[in-house]
């Protein structure tokens, strides 16, 4: 919206998002690194393990298309709650205001690119370093999960982004922006 007012540059928006994105891939590897390392994978009888793994397999089994319009779909909804938490007045408004939103979005399935950067690894960590005891506890083993790979993860990653930028950026900031914010002529 700054941008579309003429009160930041393309290169600001671009500067902003680039830092936002690379400090946000940073912390989910990071934290996906972190719930792998202490094993939580394993807690009841790995079927957290095994909800980590069909997640992250779901999501780099999307097509383009689907994966791409599930991303709108979700960040249409995330910036709706980011804008009607800036319209609550007290902390409590703010926390009910933001949770439907995004509890719907996690409940329909759609797709968002830091949420998705959190848990495909974290099932490729999985796949990748769980011990056969694991498998065992599951009844499973990676070979189950072909399309869970690092080149899926990216082309998971592509259209995702792409997703979530139109998703926040035109279909709530620019139609916001041409609604209430926009300069009227005088």
């Not at 390392?37 to 807690?43: A, I, K, L, R, W």
């Not at 790995?46 to 999501?59: E, I, P």
């Not at 709650?81 to 399935?109: E, N």
């Amino acid at each position: 919206m700054a941008w579309a007012s003429q009160k930041v540059t393309t290169r600001a928006v671009l500067q902003n998002w680039t830092l936002a994105f690379i400090g946000n891939f940073v912390g989910a590897i990071a934290t996906a690194a972190l719930l792998f390392f202490s094993t939580q994978y394993t807690f009841g009888g790995g079927s957290v393990g095994l909800v980590a793994l069909n997640t992250a397999h779901a999501k780099t089994s999307l097509a383009f298309f689907p994966a791409l319009t599930l991303a709108i779909l979700c960040n249409t909804l995330v910036c709706l709650a980011v804008w009607m938490c800036y319209g609550a007045r007290t902390t409590i408004d703010r926390v009910i205001t933001i949770v439907p939103p995004i509890a719907g979005f996690a409940a329909a399935g759609f797709e968002h690119s830091i949420a998705n950067i959190y848990f495909i690894p974290l099932g490729l960590f999985i796949k990748a370093g769980a011990p056969d005891s694991f498998w065992t506890s599951i009844g499973k083993s990676a070979a189950d999960f072909p399309n869970l790979t690092w080149a899926n993860f990216v082309a998971n990653l592509v259209p995702v982004t792409i997703g979530n930028i139109i998703g926040g950026s035109i279909m709530v900031a620019a139609v916001y922006w041409f609604i209430y914010l926009r300069q009227r002529p005088t």
